[in-house]
Structure formats: structure tokens, C-alpha cells
T-cell receptor, first 112, second 114 residues
């Protein structure tokens, strides 16, 4: 069955450093991959989308890579700030429609 | 647009009661999704509608769960009878329905079944 796994442990980093979050998947080949941010008590909010034919995507301090051979996406936040503290979720499509499936999420805390 | 609107925000009910969760998607969006989030299982897709038609309901846990979308601006998720293990946060999301576009989520309904 399909599996989408993210860093199982919470990630704590110092302000100003780069945070790197991992999304690994098995048993299928998504056409695209999305990253969302979720704050406590709120719904997920879209951040970035990367397609299978794209190696890297950037948006301000965010960078996403997509390696279809390794079946992995990396999500980087450079010059991290305490306001970046949240849970980050990756989501993959199934090539069968518009629906997509989420990973387990990684909790990030940026320490001032 | 006000975004995706869900109601109620919180619901506490007794085991065995019927629960109905409501969702108003963003106007013009023709894909709608219901997700359930728990600590143990994360964010699970329950059902997906496109143009008001259920396309994929393989995530609906059992026959106690049902979802409808009678028109483009309204959807319901019903649990009957409810059980304590149904306690979770239920999210509704909508998207434009074009492939490779993001979904917009509501604030969620926190359901507690006692």
C-alpha cells in the first residue's frame, strides 16, 4: 500500500539556521507534490507545489526539491524565524484525479 | 471570498447520536474534499467530490459515515451512529478542480464523542 513518511521526530533549530524537512514515499509515482503549513487549531495552508519534471522550486525563503528516483522531497526554510514554527505537511496526488494524500507531518520549532 | 466555511467549529455528542458536519466551499471551486485528522493517523482523505459528484469515497471508514453535496455551495458529512473513536478534527477543503492546484482548507470541526 502507499506510504508517505515525514521526519518522525519533531525538529528544533536555532533562529537563522536552515531547516530541512523530509518527505519520503513508497509504492507510487505522484505527478506532483505539495507542501502545506499547519498552525495549532487551524487548517493546513498551501505553500508550494512541485511537479515531477521539476527538480527544484523556490519561493522567498522556501525551497523544495523533488527526486523521483529516490522517491523523496526535501523542504528547506532558510534564515529561519520563530514565526516559522508550525507543523509542515507534504501531500501527493495519485494520478487518478484531483485528490491528494498527506504525509504524517513534521513539527518544527525555531528557537530564538 | 470568505474562504472555506465549516460549521460547527466544535461539537460534543454522546455515543450513538447522529452528527452532521457542514461545509461551504469557495465560490467557483468544483472539487471538494473531506479529511479527518487525529494524532495517531494524521490527515486522512475520507471522500472527494468533483462537480458535486462523489469520485472517490474509499477513505470513508465504514457505513456509519456518509457525505453529500446537493449543490456546488454546500456539503455535509454525517456520522450515524457516532462512536468515541470518531473523535477527531474534520476538515473540508476545496480547489478549482484543475490538476496541480492547491486546496484551501476550512478551520475544521473538532468532534468529541463521549
Amino acid at each position: 500500500s502507499q506510504k508517505i513518511e515525514q521526519n518522525s521526530e519533531a525538529l528544533n533549530i536555532q533562529e537563522g539556521k536552515t531547516a530541512t524537512l523530509t518527505c519520503n514515499y513508497t509504492n507510487y509515482s505522484p505527478a506532483y507534490l505539495q507542501w502545506y503549513r499547519q498552525d495549532p487549531g487551524r487548517g493546513p495552508v498551501f505553500l508550494l507545489l512541485i511537479r515531477e519534471n521539476e527538480k527544484e522550486k523556490r519561493k522567498e525563503r522556501l525551497k523544495v526539491t523533488f527526486d523521483t528516483t529516490l522517491k523523496q522531497s526535501l523542504f528547506h526554510i532558510t534564515a529561519s524565524q520563530p514565526a516559522d514554527s508550525a507543523t509542515y505537511l507534504c501531500a501527493l496526488d495519485m494520478r487518478t484525479g484531483n485528490q491528494f494524500y498527506f504525509g504524517t507531518g513534521t513539527s518544527l520549532t525555531v528557537i530564538p | 471570498d470568505a474562504g472555506v466555511i465549516q460549521s460547527p467549529r466544535h461539537e460534543v455528542t454522546e455515543m450513538g447520536q447522529e452528527v452532521t458536519l457542514r461545509c461551504k466551499p469557495i465560490s467557483g471551486h468544483n472539487s471538494l474534499f473531506w479529511y479527518r485528522q487525529t494524532m495517531m493517523r494524521g490527515l486522512e482523505l475520507l471522500i472527494y467530490f468533483n462537480n458535486n459528484v462523489p469520485i472517490d469515497d474509499s477513505g470513508m471508514p465504514e457505513d456509519r459515515f456518509s457525505a453529500k453535496m446537493p449543490n456546488a455551495s454546500f456539503s455535509t458529512l454525517k456520522i450515524q451512529p457516532s462512536e468515541p473513536r470518531d473523535s477527531a478534527v474534520y476538515f473540508c477543503a476545496s480547489s478549482s478542480g484543475i490538476m496541480n492546484t492547491e486546496a484551501f482548507f476550512g478551520q475544521g470541526t473538532r468532534l468529541t464523542v463521549v
